[in-house]
């Protein structure tokens, strides 16, 4: 067999992008409905993926951990190390200083725009994922004690962290950042 017919994919790209979809919807239903843990469900969903992809049995545990590898290699020492700090301004309690004042100063009426600034604040040290872990907790609190909706406070912390997540990532730093 010649070199190209190797490379050459056993499917075309109208079946694949109906395997990925219904990997997606079946990794959904075991998480949601069957409540299998995320991590488990996620290399199951992998492995039934990469058999019906066509992939040769010989190479699907190679494939997964190349996938699995790439993906642990370069994201997740960023978002542990940037959920480690969150937690740490967290339960120094600084997130709910910083969040108190900003009400404060801007009054009740514009306690949306106060969170979004706090998160924009926050959203320069640490990550996405991380800020809304740290934050969530500050806009329940906010949203139960000045009554409203929940999205009302936050939607402009969740965009104020893409912000910092799309833009200010670009800044160069002492530390590695993801790539947007």
Known sequence: MPPQAAAVPALSAG?????AAAAIVALLVLIMRFRMHAFL??????????????????????????????TLGTVALLV????????????SGGAQSLADDLIKLFGEKRAPLALGIASL?????IFFDAGLVVMLPIIFSVAKR?????????IPAAGAFRSCTSSCRRIPAPWPRPSC
């Open 41 to 70: 469900a996620l290399i199951l969903v992998s492995l039934i993926t990469a058999f019906a992809a066509g992939i040769a049995p010989e190479n699907v545990v190679k494939v997964l951990i190349k996938g699995f590898g790439e």
């Open 15 to 19: 079946p694949l992008l109906l395997i």
């Open 80 to 91: 542990g190390l940037g959920a480690m700090l969150g937690r740490l301004v967290e339960v």
């Open 146 to 154: 000045l009554g409203g909706g929940l999205l009302r406070y936050g």
């Open 121 to 125: 604040i926050f959203g320069f040290p």
